[in-house]
Each structure stands twice: as structure tokens, then as C-alpha cells.
């Protein structure tokens, strides 16, 4: 079933922001200023994590999370136009929340509760995994639940969100390395508005019957055997 720019989402559009679909040039200002502040968020993210990393250089788990949360928005500047995204109030305040939320994580010395020797690498190996997710994902990449297309190769075989199970693993392994009561308490809610942020985008890609063949054939969203 192909979706045409007229089907909705159940929700997705509504009062004020239905009504501002109806006009091209407001819908690219929209367009334009959400990747605007995409990009004003990633400059502050990255000064803050060179600051760091000019006071102390060894600071490897600092210098990745700086690559990956720079990969996301330079994805996203990059992104082709959605077929159908949900403009709900509701889904953009939690999805912003989710993919920009790491500019609130604090760069300070925490407990280490793993050593950065071993938390590092691991910490690179999530990094290509979000490099491999959005190298098969391609220009169809979204911070807000969107249709650009179906993907269902390279990284999508083994998970169907291979991108977040990245950024998972990267803010775990991060957190251990520079544990803090704070950063946990900001993680904790970046991933709980991530998963409903996943589940929103199921809904929109599941009104496509390549889509829902794909979720038959690969079961699990982030975590083989787990979820």
C-alpha cells in the first residue's frame, strides 16, 4: 500500500499544525527552522565537548559521545523530505527531547564505574554501529517519527532500529564511565521518550505493506531476544 501526502496518522496532525500543512511555503519555513535549531544544538553540544576535551585530552568517552550526537544532526541536515511525518505537539516535544537531549548530559569527571579503558572501545564499537545504521538509512534518517522510505538492509537485517540500539549503548557506556546521579536521571528519560519515539514511527511505517512484511521477518526493535 503506497502512502500518498494526504494519509494522517491517527493524531499526527491536529488543530494549529494541520492547518499549517496547508501551505508550502510555512510547511518549508517549519521544515527549515526545525533544522535550524538542529544545527544551533549541535554547535553548543560540540564547543562544550572540545572545552573538555582542550582541559583534559584523554577524555575519550567525551570525544565519542561529540562524534556520535555530531553524526545525528549533520544526518538530519542532510535528510530528504518526509512522505508523512507526525507534527503532533506531543510526539515533537518528546521526540526533540530524545535526539537533542544529550546536550543536557553534563560533561564533568563522574564515577567511574567501569574504567575508560574498557569502556572506550566499547564505546567506538556503539559509534559505528550508529555509522552503519545510518549508512544503510541513507538521506531517510528523522528525529521526528517520519516516512521516508522503507529500509530493510545493511544494519535493519539484525534489528529494526539498529540506529537507537547504538545510541543506547553508547549513553550506557558512557554513563559508567563518568557515572553521575544527573547524567543517569537524563539518560533515563532520553530513552524512555526514545522508545515511544520508536513506537510512533512503527505505527507510520506499518501503514506500508513492505513495512509490515519487514516487521515479520525481523522481530526485535533494539535488541535481539530482548526487545
Not at 546536550?103 to 567506538?124: E, N, R, T
Amino acid at each position: 500500500m503506497a502512502i500518498s501526502k494526504s494519509d494522517t496518522l491517527p493524531g499526527a496532525e491536529s488543530g494549529f499544525w494541520s492547518g499549517l500543512r496547508t501551505s508550502e511555503i510555512i510547511t518549508d519555513l517549519r521544515e527549515g527552522l526545525f533544522r535550524f535549531i538542529a544545527l544551533a544544538v549541535a554547535a553548543i553540544f560540540v564547543y562544550r565537548g572540545a572545552y573538555h576535551l582542550v582541559i583534559d585530552p584523554g577524555r575519550l568517552n567525551v570525544l565519542l559521545l561529540m562524534i556520535s550526537d555530531a553524526l545525528t544532526f549533520t544526518w538530519l541536515l542532510l535528510a530528504r523530505r518526509p512522505i508523512v511525518r507526525d507534527w503532533s505537539p506531543f510526539t515533537v516535544f518528546i521526540s526533540l527531547t530524545a535526539g537533542f537531549g544529550s546536550g543536557f548530559i553534563s560533561l564533568q569527571d563522574g564515577v567511574a564505574v567501569i574504567p575508560l579503558y574498557i569502556a572506550a572501545p566499547l564505546q567506538f564499537l556503539a559509534l559505528w554501529l550508529v555509522i552503519w545504521g545510518k549508512m544503510s538509512l541513507g538521506r531517510s534518517f528523522a528525529i521526528l517519527p517520519a516516512n521516508r522510505g522503507v529500509v530493510t538492509s545493511g544494519a535493519y537485517r539484525f534489528v529494526r532500529h539498529p540506529i537507537y540500539a547504538g545510541y543506547l549503548a553508547g549513553h550506557i557506556l558512557f554513563l559508567l564511565s563518568s557515572f553521575s546521579l544527573y547524567n543517569f536521571a537524563v539518560y533515563a528519560i532520553i530513552t524512555l521518550f526514545q522508545i515511544h519515539r520508536i513506537l510512533r514511527e512503527e505505527r507510520i511505517l506499518a501503514l506500508t505493506e513492505e513495512y509490515c512484511d519487514y516487521l515479520g521477518r525481523v522481530r526485535y526493535r533494539l535488541c535481539p531476544g530482548i526487545f
